[in-house]
């Protein structure tokens, strides 16, 4: 049975004191109210990682990192390796955001190294995909979408692959306020399910948690979750207030 979860992204957002005291309002809140059958996650700042996971139950809300190296060690200044992720205590790994490819200029060959470093050190990656506008307004955004996970984490062995969550986030629906409605954030999903049941089989299509991640908020989770073949959320800008957080967290 496919796992529910909602993780939130943090991205470049609080100080290491308020990154601390979010982490213990929303484990607080999550002992108190939250759906026991929902996976809840946080990606925090890399400065923030070690004290988090000292600050909340990890066996109630896990901590994920942003981002990793595409390298296991070495001369590579101002890098954190996915060893050094491990080593905080962080359980996860958010790989190959929208902001990392088009920012930092992050590519298919970049994401391949990082996945197989993530695995290799028992961590589990959020991997991410999705298209910008004009793609989508192009009407060929299923192409691209499935074409980036052939690129990737296609190239994994199936019992690789069960280990990963991935998050489809349509680029024009992040940070705008836009969001994908109800039957485009379905359809793609589906899509991608299908491709894996494809690439692999129908199993293992059937393990795969796929997120949404794109402007999900506390009024449109619950229409969002209700699809079939979204089993919750990549959150950002929503999971820096306990609050709202904790309404999508309950949202199924």
Known sequence: MRKKVVAGNWKCN????????LAKAVDKIVAEKGASDVVVVMGTPFTHLTKV?????????GVSSQNCAAEAKGAFTG?????????????????????????????????????ALTLENGLTPIYCCG??????EAGTQKEYVINQLKETIFSLSADDFKKIIIAY?????????????????????????DAIAAQFDAAVADEISILYGGSCNPKNANELFANPDVDGGLIGGASLKAEDFIEIINAY
């Not at 790994?93 to 990082?114: D, P």
Request: net charge negative; proline share 2%.
């Open 131 to 136: 298209e910008p506008l004009e793609i989508r």
């Open 53 to 61: 996971v000292e600050s909340v139950n990890t066996k109630r809300v």
């Open 14 to 21: 609080t100080t290491l004191q308020e990154g601390v005291e």
């Open 79 to 115: 890098e954190v390796s996915a060893a050094m992720v491990k080593s905080t205590g962080a359980e996860y790994v958010i790989l190959g955001h929208s902001e990392r490819r088009e920012y930092y200029g992050e590519t298919s060959e970049t994401l391949n190294k990082k996945v």
């Open 169 to 193: 986030e349509p680029i024009w629906a992040i940070g705008t306020g836009k969001t994908a409605t109800t039957e485009q954030a379905q359809e793609m999903h589906k899509d991608i399910r």
